[in-house]
């Protein structure tokens, strides 16, 4: 657990608060934080079955954290996201994962590209066209991601 929530949270604080001075000299003050709808407490029922504690509890965390900044760097015009990019076929998520990793990434570009600072504090999931009513345990709808 704390290997995991060194790597989640405080890693990516030390990152952002490392770069805050850039951030602030820059017209894009826009900071996305990569989390998972494993991290919310709402969709914690549908993912019982999946064993991985550390990572569900240190996204939960890195979502507060993501919320914090948001609250604390608003006024100065930031705007502070958590997005899912969904599960995806890479080391962390095998072969059996839903979608190639190309396919994660240029979603989450995709939010990045429009992401407003009506969004700031919000946690948002990825959009893959028909994956918006999967009848597995995940959809791809573009939505906010429920805390």
Known sequence: MTETFHTNVTGTHNVTRAFLPLLREGRGKLVVNI?????????????????TPAYKITKAALNMLTVQYAQDYASEGFAFLAVSPGWLQTDLGGSRADLPPATGAKAVLDIVQKATPSQNGK????????WEENEGLNRYDGKEVPW
């Open 123 to 130: 946690a948002l999931n990825i959009h893959v066209p028909g």
């Open 35 to 51: 989390s998972t709808t494993l991290g919310s407490m709402t969709l914690a029922p549908v993912y019982r079955g999946s064993p």
